[in-house]
């Protein structure tokens, strides 16, 4: 008799209110990019990621807010839509603690090790880092869960998702390639723990058809 997997944990859709919690957390990322390009509050100085104000002198939050503002409109809507498509499908299939919560705790590491790789004075802004980290993240559990595929299938899949999304069209010296491959990398480790820590309930979710 043989068996097909006609259903995975990733077949249902995603909860009702993922994609409210997807569109606030992209609302709060413009707010505080609206209040770094003007300035509010005198804030400007103190939100990005510097080495040297990280390094030196402690200002560790600025791993977390380095990650909310960017360096003008354009910036933030390239990050726009990533941030919105991988919160909604993070959040409406692994909830809350995986995004915003562990997304974002990662993202201050990311920026952590994306910024002790560069030269003093250097700065950082923008949530591409942890775009590319949720990206990784969401590939990796794809390919994990997704049998209803052959893993050949589900490789090619991730790759051409990956492509059409993330690979950016031409080299720009203004963009941290660095921390992209740090975001990815770390979202990849991410999924996996995730994944064999979950996998039980993930296999349970499957639903099997016989010949």
Do not use: C
Request: aromatic share 18%; net charge positive; glycine share 8%.
């Amino acid at each position: 008799m043989n068996s097909e997997i006609i259903e995975t944990y990733l077949s249902r859709p995603p909860r009702k209110n993922s994609a409210t919690v997807s569109l606030i957390v992209v609302a709060f990322v413009f707010l505080f990019s609206v209040t770094y390009w003007g300035n509010s509050f005198g804030l400007r100085e103190r939100l990005n990621v510097d080495r040297d104000a990280v390094f030196q002198f402690h200002e560790y939050w600025r791993l977390f807010t380095g990650i909310l503002v960017h360096a003008d409109m354009n910036h933030f809507l390239s990050n726009a839509l990533g941030l919105f498509l991988f919160g909604y499908l993070l959040n409406g299939y692994f909830g809350p603690g995986v995004y915003p919560v562990g997304v974002f705790a990662l993202g201050t590491l990311v920026n952590f090790v994306s910024i002790a790789t560069y030269p003093a004075g250097t700065r950082l802004v923008g949530a591409s880092g942890i775009v590319y980290l949720m990206a990784g993240f969401w590939l990796t559990l794809f390919v994990s869960t997704e049998r209803r595929f052959s893993i050949p299938k589900r490789l090619l899949r991730s790759i051409g998702f990956a492509l059409v999304l993330l690979i950016s069209s031409s080299f720009d010296p203004a963009i941290s390639h660095r921390t992209h491959a740090i975001g990815f990398f770390t979202g990849v480790i991410y999924g996996l723990i995730y994944f064999f820590k979950a996998k039980e309930r993930i296999r349970a979710a499957e639903v099997t058809a016989f010949e």
